[in-house]
């Protein structure tokens, strides 16, 4: 299986504080996605890196990609309560499928 | 959000019993996905769409097929329901595939699927 791994698997953590995210994926990419899942719903998309690119920001959001260590990591900065949610990130191996990893819960307390 | 709608949303059924599940978008977008959600899998890919009467498998396709008919609706069939398919449904589009231009995917909001 190609499936990469995210941890931590949970995370919780006050309102004002920074999430971190990780990501490992199994051989060479296209791009790396990130999706952000609220409870009962699908998946909304955050992030895509390009495999040529190293570091990319969306609002409070940044995303880094390290090729040599197949990793990436999500940063939410600032965190909010409405951050709650699941976390996956999805690596476009260039085999015309995206494979998800099994994703991070990010609880954000008030 | 994109416009794409799953129906049913819930759905309770017995086994052996056949049941279709449809998404319906409003995107125009070629590319249409089937994933299941399970706790501990992520999300898996039943079966994809590249177009009208064109699908091809992913990497859960044992038990299910699928149909698409126009470009705005996919339809996943389990003919024979077992209760391993119990699970969430999403469907996904997108502008262009996996491997072929840096589009991402778009979901809906999944069917919740129990079969007893």
């Known amino acids: 299986s190609q499936q990469g791994e995210e941890d931590p698997q949970a995370l919780s953590i006050q309102e004002g504080e920074n999430a971190t995210m990780n990501c490992s994926y199994k051989?060479?990419?296209?791009?790396l996605q990130w999706y952000r899942q609220n409870s009962g719903r699908g998946l909304v998309h955050l992030i895509l890196?390009?495999?040529?690119?190293r570091e990319k920001h969306s609002g409070r959001l940044r995303v880094t990609l390290d090729t040599s260590k197949k990793s990436s990591s999500l940063l939410i900065t600032a965190s909010r309560a409405a951050d709650t949610a699941s976390y996956f990130c999805?690596?476009?191996?260039?085999?015309?499928?995206?494979?998800f990893g099994t994703g991070t819960r990010l609880q954000v307390f008030p | 959000d994109a416009g794409i709608t799953q129906s049913p949303r819930h759905k309770v059924t017995e086994t052996g019993t056949p049941v279709t599940l449809r998404c319906h978008q409003t995107?125009?977008?070629?590319?249409m996905y089937w994933y299941r959600q399970d706790p501990g899998h992520g999300l898996r890919l039943i079966h994809y769409?590249?177009?009208?009467?064109?699908?091809d498998k992913g990497e859960v396709s044992d038990g299910y097929s699928v149909s698409r008919s126009k470009t705005e609706d996919f339809l996943l069939t389990l003919e024979s329901a077992t209760s391993s398919q119990t699970s969430v449904y999403f469907c996904?589009?997108?502008?262009?595939?996996?491997?072929?231009?840096?589009?991402?995917?778009?979901f809906g909001d999944g069917t919740r699927l129990s079969i007893l």
């Open positions: 890196i390009r495999s040529n690119e």
């Open positions: 995107e125009n977008h070629r590319y």
């Open positions: 769409s590249y177009g009208v009467k064109d699908t």
């Open positions: 999805a690596a476009d191996y260039n085999t015309d499928k995206l494979i």
């Open positions: 996904a589009i997108s502008e262009s595939m996996a491997g072929d231009g840096n589009q991402p995917q778009h």
């Open positions: 051989t060479s990419i296209n791009n």
